[in-house]
Nanobody
């Protein structure tokens, strides 16, 4: 059974950077695409970024492309989300998920989820 644990969240000033990590255990990590979603209070869960295995593609929301970068280290069973130029509107709980589906932007198609890590950006 795949287990996912996020880390790296915290409080940062606007314009700063954070690097989130999602460590996976169990299952076959290379068989899954990995994605990051976020959820702010009172809002729906929002797709942030995803990375597939084959083909090796990355996907981003347009507003985040250029600020956020997703990467994957299969040898370490870990996926990362590098977040730069953070804005107060980026404040949310960030979740990583694993899916064997082809469509990577739909949260309902993810089979496994971490517990989330809080990111708070102050102005």
């Amino acid at each position: 059974q795949v287990q996912l644990v996020e880390s790296g969240g915290g409080l940062v000033q606007a314009g700063g950077s954070l690097r989130l990590s999602c460590a996976a255990s169990g299952g076959t990590f290379s068989s899954y695409a990995m994605g990051w979603f976020r959820q702010a209070p009172g809002k729906d869960r929002e797709f942030v970024a995803a990375i597939s295995w084959i083909p090796a593609n990355t996907y981003y929301v347009d507003s985040m492309k250029g600020r956020f970068t997703i990467s994957r280290d299969n040898a370490k069973n870990t996926v990362y989300l590098q977040m730069n130029s953070l804005k107060p509107e980026d404040t949310a709980v960030y979740y990583c998920g694993a899916t064997r589906a082809v469509r990577l932007t739909m949260w309902s198609l993810y089979d496994h989820w971490g517990q989330g890590t809080q990111v708070t950006v102050s102005s």
